[in-house]
């Protein structure tokens, strides 16, 4: 009976952690050699991602006290401040490596005390495409909306610049420095952008949906799947899904001869279907006019951005639906899975009432974690765990360093929690 194979795998998760608990925790100064070298590594690398798990793993050993708990994040904060990026502070261009010099960006918009942060991201394709097009009108929309503007150009001038491997990377990075120089409030991350701006605001911007209050693509749109008589039958994987708790206005003229307006009409909707399907996306809103060609609305960016602005992310929200697109995004909003699987759709719910997640999907969600915290769960309570209605886990959940560090990289501090709850080997993720 599935009841009987539940309790099993209760009993085994809870003698798996007694076992775990036998194992003597790191002392003091072990766990400060293991945070530094911690500290070293860069998790995107595979063989650092390995080793990274292997210090986690030793640092899951160590419970995490109120008081403990306060000196680690001063210790992550020092290190967010002291040791890592930052960004120059007046308006001009810069590049963010120095000394290879292909990563450029300009810094604009307002500077001294930004209320939020504006990423512009510029248009062009194969061999053609630079900041120096849409930075202008970037920077007057951060003026004008109290953001600082800030305005990269994409690593290599292909026709999906803005997702190739090294650029999506660093614009997440660049986005971390900015937070760190200005204090900026990392609830309130804007991605815009034109062309094949549009698209990657659109794409990076649904691949890193936890990361921003809001995007605002204009003239561009996700990739399509055509079928041969030439109609848009699907989109990239990793977008739509994502995109449930994110606000968005998209722009699109329906004479605009560069981005014809059939991808962004279809988008619109696959976003409406998906409503229907996993509620959500309701500050959605497609933006189509005639007679603007592959130009600006009036207003500019400015006029798309500016009603984002009114809009925070909210890092817990209750319901998430995740398409992973990604090896190395292994963190979305509260859930952490060490190997995603692409294109697999995961829809993860909290009950508070029942103090439980409940996860659903046609693949194994094996290994996958349920980030903890107060925002997220009591954990003065038992934490239940189902995956496809079946229960597969129930345990008191404690802080530890490991789940700290395990989500603390970045900035973001609303997005580090610390402590989390495991998918058992043998879930019920599959049909």
Known sequence: MRWIASIIVAALSLGAGLIAQDVKPPSKRESKELF???????????????????????????????????????DLNKWQTQEQRKLPTKSRSYYFWEKEKKALFLIGGETKKPKGLLI????GGVGSGDPSGIHGTISTAGSALDLLAISPGVLEKTERGW????????????VDAAIRTWDINPARIYFSGHSMGGYGSWTLGAHHADRVAGLGPSAGAP??????????IDLDSGVIPNLRNVPMVVFQSVDDPRVPPDVNQAAAKFVAAAKEKWGGYEN??????????????EGGLQAVVRPLTAF????VPERIVWQPALDWKRQFYWLWWEKPINEAIVIADL?????AVHLASESSLAGMRILLDDRVLDLAEEVLLYVNGEEVARAMVSPTVGDLLRTARTPDAALHFHASLTVPATDAGTQ
């Open 36 to 74: 530094a070298e911690w500290k070293t590594l860069d998790p995107r690398d595979d063989e650092q991602f390995l080793r990274e798990q292997e210090i986690l793993t030793q640092l899951d050993r160590i419970p995490l006290k109120k008081i403990g708990e306060r000196t680690w994040r001063k």
């Open 120 to 123: 512009g991201m510029h248009g």
């Open 163 to 174: 997702t190739d491997s090294g650029t999506e990377e660093w614009v997440i990075d660049l």
């Open 223 to 232: 990739s399509p799947i055509y079928n041969f008589d030439g109609e848009v």
């Open 284 to 297: 959605f809103r497609y933006w189509e006019v005639d007679g603007f060609g592959h130009g600006y609305p």
């Open 312 to 315: 925070e992310r909210n890092p």
């Open 351 to 355: 009950d508070r009432e029942s103090n």
